[in-house]
């Protein structure tokens, strides 16, 4: 039976969670939908983490990629990235994993983004946890004002979500463009990376926030491109990656400076990272 | 009064006696040098120790322990050890270090593993007699604690002084009632053993005091002393492995030949290793050995003290100095260095 975390519980033991739903994205991605054998909803803020364990293999952070507005299960998308990220790809629908968390901070969807404009800068995989916060906004979206989503890959076949991507495209008050590094016989859309979409947004820099989650060498350039807008730190929530084993601010790894991104991270507002040497 | 004053024979006597009714671990001799293990007769404690090997983290965090076990069916039981023990002839900068773990288990999240052992000991601690060759706890105030262990041991003249500060402290104590209480004299005597071996355990001179410490590490993030020393840096970790307040670690799984049952183990790492810092995709966030060497100072002076209120996260036991083949690792040698750009 499951019980509500108390203090003296293990913060490192997984609960076990059943895959709904287990399909291929890309070459390397794969997308799932988890429910917790508790019965209980994950409970996870847009842009948070969980630690998944693939019992006898091992335990990876993960990011949960579906909004807390959609009930009963939660999603994950998985990149193909080493020992426990291949056995997640091997789990079918039925099979079992560990979940501990969710973890750490989250985007301030009920906080500085309410009544905003809002712009996401996605590039790669990064779009799977920012995807947490744009379904929120959508489920919400008397609450946010004009939303910009830009989305960068390096070739076509690696963009996820091409189908949900559309259904948003097509939103009132919602502009979606996307760049691919490189494209191929069949691409006619834009190629550059991602900047290449900020050169004409058109940002009232006051009552705007950005979203920024994408390669660790995409963050420098998308803020400088912010900044030409007049958007300030202040306005800017980055997502930051890193080596993570515990999630709970005890195995170090994390560490960005003195900062701790499991716990005061992943998502940082920008002003306060923007000094602190180790982090973009 | 629980302050006894023991001579060598009824100490010996009592601390066979321990043995028998209790788990007790004590320092002894390997080799040429010393070390914490399961003591069976008090003979073999060597109280006159300089330093040991390995700090007693390994008995509240071992290099390697089960967090919990596995299986395919049940999926994962916590496995908690759950054994109460006594540590016999901790050094107070070693105490010190204990506490400050202590803090960082307990904390926000708690850390059942590490806070179990921890409620499981009684700890003695004996005041330093014989200093080791590399030891400034004298300039970090750990050369002497006043709180925190249950039984404090120093040694005066011939004979012992032995305090029972908490009650499992005292009760182990039990078998020392026929000794006598110590006089107001002993005790105060006890104070000058304190104020000499602050002065003893110096055998580096360190020109700034800790509380300095964070500060000029932050102004000193540029400094090119990170690169010139860690460029003899060979990445082994050693200095880190034998740190008493270090405690980072790996998280792994062990499946057994069945394939469908086994242990996720905790084992020690540490931020001087290489992939400390890689990520998916073979980003290293900290590639450069001096990235890596200015964070383990950074984290000993300025990380972690912000997160135990302030403490300096080096107790000054000179193990580091001494497990570094390069000869690098030495934080009064850094330190030093910081402080003369001022
Ligand atoms: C907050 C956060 C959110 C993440 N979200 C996602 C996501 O939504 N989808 C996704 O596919 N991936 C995500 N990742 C990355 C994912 O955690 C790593 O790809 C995964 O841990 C690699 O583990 P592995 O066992 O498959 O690879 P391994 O075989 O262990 O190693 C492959 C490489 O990954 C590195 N690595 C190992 N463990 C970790 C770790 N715990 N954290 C980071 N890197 C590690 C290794 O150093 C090595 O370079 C996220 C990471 C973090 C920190
Ligand atoms: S940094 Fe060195 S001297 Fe300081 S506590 Fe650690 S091992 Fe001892
Ligand atoms: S012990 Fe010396 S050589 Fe080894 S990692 Fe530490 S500083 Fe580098
Ligand atoms: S992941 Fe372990 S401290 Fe952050």
């Known amino acids: 039976m499951e019980t509500t975390i108390k203090s003296q519980d293990d913060i490192y033991r997984p609960h076990l969670a059943t895959v709904l739903k287990s399909e291929p994205m890309t070459a390397m991605e794969r997308f799932f939908e988890l429910k917790l054998d508790s019965g209980r909803e994950l409970g996870n803020k847009p842009g948070q983490f969980v630690e998944v364990s693939v019992l006898g293999i091992g335990e990876a952070p993960i990011s949960v990629s579906s909004s807390p507005t959609q009930k009963g299960s939660f999603q994950l998308v998985v990149r193909n990235a080493g020992n426990v990220t291949r056995a997640i790809h091997n789990l079918k629908p039925g099979d079992k994993l560990g979940i501990r968390g969710p973890f750490g901070t989250n985007f301030p969807v009920e906080g500085t983004m309410k009544g905003k404009d809002i712009i996401f800068v996605c590039g790669g995989l990064g779009l799977a946890p920012v995807r947490s916060a744009i379904n929120y906004v959508m489920d919400n979206r008397k609450n946010y004002g004009n939303v910009t989503i830009l989305y960068g890959c390096r070739n076509p076949v690696e963009r996820l979500f091409i189908n949900e991507v559309k259904n948003w495209a097509s939103k009132d008050r919602v502009t979606y463009t996307e760049t691919v590094d490189r494209g191929d016989e069949n691409w006619k859309g834009n190629v550059g990376v991602i900047t290449t979409l900020m050169t004409d947004m058109s940002v009232d820099p006051g009552k705007t926030v950005a979203i920024v989650c994408g390669p660790p060498v995409m963050y420098k350039f998308a803020i400088m491109s912010l900044y030409k807008t007049g958007m300030t730190a202040d306005n800017i929530y980055v997502s930051l990656e890193r080596h993570m084993k515990c999630g709970v601010g005890k195995c170090g790894h994390c560490q960005i400076n003195g900062l701790y991104a499991c716990q005061e991270g992943p998502v940082f507002k920008y002003a306060d990272v923007a000094e602190v040497k180790e982090a973009i | ?342």
Not at chain 2, 321 to 337: D, F, G, K, L
Request: aromatic share 10%.
């Open chain 2, 1 to 342: 009064m629980s302050i006894k004053r023991v001579d060598l024979a009824t100490l010996t006597t009592w601390i066979d006696g321990l043995t028998k009714k209790e788990r007790v671990i004590g320092v002894q001799a390997k080799g040429d040098r010393f070390a914490f293990g399961p003591l069976a007769r008090a003979a073999d404690l060597r109280l006159d120790y300089d330093v040991t090997i390995l700090p007693p983290k390994t008995f509240f965090q071992p290099p390697k322990e089960t967090l919990m076990s596995f299986n395919k069916t049940s999926g994962y039981q916590s496995v908690v050890e759950d054994k109460p023990f006594v540590l016999f002839g901790v050094h107070p900068y070693d105490m010190a270090a204990i506490l400050q773990m202590d803090e960082i288990f307990s904390q926000g999240t708690y850390d059942v593993h590490y806070m179990t052992r921890r409620k499981n000991a009684t700890i003695v601690v004996v005041d330093v007699y014989r200093v080791s060759p590399n030891v400034f706890a004298g300039s970090m105030g750990t050369s002497h604690i006043e709180d925190g262990y249950d039984i404090l041991i120093t040694k005066i003249g011939d004979d012992y002084l032995v305090d029972g500060k908490t009650m499992s402290g005292k009760s182990l104590m039990l078998g020392l009632v026929a000794a006598p209480d110590a006089s107001e004299s002993w005790i105060e005597q006890r104070k000058m053993v304190w104020e000499y071996n602050k002065q003893r355990l110096r055998k580096h001179d360190l020109k700034v005091p800790p509380s300095k410490w964070p500060k000029l590490l932050e102004e000193g993030y540029d400094n090119p002393i990170w690169e010139e020393r860690a460029n003899l840096c060979y990445s082994c970790g050693s200095c880190v492995l034998v740190c008493p307040t270090c405690y980072c670690f790996d998280v792994r799984d062990e499946t057994n030949w069945d394939l469908s049952s086994g242990e996720r183990i905790r084992v020690w790492d540490g931020c001087m290793l290489t992939d400390f810092a890689t990520v998916a995709g073979n980003h290293n966030f900290r590639k450069d050995k001096s990235a890596r060497f200015r964070h383990r100072y950074l984290r000993k002076g300025k990380y972690v003290p912000t997160k135990i209120g302030g403490q300096i996260a080096c107790v000054g036991c000179g193990r580091c100095v001494t497990a570094c083949t390069a000869n690098i690792a030495n934080p009064v040698e850094v330190m030093n260095r910081l402080a003369e750009g001022e």
